[in-house]
């Protein structure tokens, strides 16, 4: 950051002083909660999170230091406001992978096209259309267990469970299925990301993977890949 644009030592310390009165009243909100899920404690957690990230950044533009704080994301799900014996449920994924060894993507959506008649002929000629057959042949939950297999990298993921009053109706949200998530009606939600890694997870992690590649730590070839279960649906 140029010398134009840092905060000045002011700032930082206008920002710190912010701090300590949102302390000072997440505490207060704490002390006289009417319940678990006091909207009160919620709106002052907020706050004091908001104020904690703009003197991190701050003291960190002008200092070069940082703070301890951090504020896991999972915790800023509001309060859960919705019925306590839900009739009905959503449950939303989102997987994020990278394409990261796209010849062996479009090897297996081919092995795909070989073994199954149905599957639109030269489909797999290009990513996205490799990505069409493998995702139309097998389920979600498939590939992400065997995305390496496809030639992706596991990115972030998240899951939510959230309630409803009733069933929607067929073909009721099929336009537009992540548009009206209502966060207050979230029962649990599973996040994974890299960032809440490690480095002895890290070490783990690429353990595993050596020994998956194969003994001696080389990635495997084309030509060593298993043959894929493929269901013809």
């Not at 310390?13 to 404690?41: C, I, M, Q, Y």
């Not at 994974?192 to 590649?213: G, N, Q, T």
Request: aromatic residues 6%.
């Amino acid at each position: 950051m140029s010398d134009a644009v840092q905060p000045t030592a002011a700032e930082v310390r206008a920002a710190a002083e912010a701090v300590k009165t949102a302390l000072d009243r997440h505490l207060a909100a704490v002390e006289r909660r009417s319940g678990e899920d006091d909207p009160g404690v919620y709106e002052a957690f907020n706050e004091l999170a908001a104020a904690a990230e703009v003197y991190d950044e701050l003291l960190y533009d002008h200092y070069d230091e940082v703070t301890p704080f951090e504020i896991p994301g999972a915790d800023d799900t509001p309060p859960y406001t919705g019925p306590e014996e839900p009739n009905a449920l959503s449950v939303l994924i989102r997987r994020d992978y990278a394409v990261a060894e796209p010849q062996r993507l479009l090897a297996q959506a081919q092995r795909v096209e070989a073994a199954d008649d149905a599957v639109a002929t030269e489909a797999s000629g290009t990513v996205h259309g490799a990505l069409g057959v493998l995702f139309g042949e097998f389920e979600p939950d498939e590939i992400a267990s065997r995305h390496k297999e496809f030639g992706l990298e596991e990115g972030d993921s998240t899951l939510w469970v959230t309630a409803a009053d009733e069933p929607a109706e067929p073909g009721e949200w099929l336009e537009a299925p992540f548009e009206q998530v209502d966060v207050e009606r979230v029962v649990c939600r599973f996040d994974v990301s890299a960032v809440f890694d490690d480095d002895l997870d890290d070490d783990l992690e690429d353990d595993v993977d050596d020994e998956a590649d194969g003994a001696d730590g080389a990635d495997l070839e084309d030509e060593d890949l298993e043959p894929l279960d493929v269901d013809r649906r």
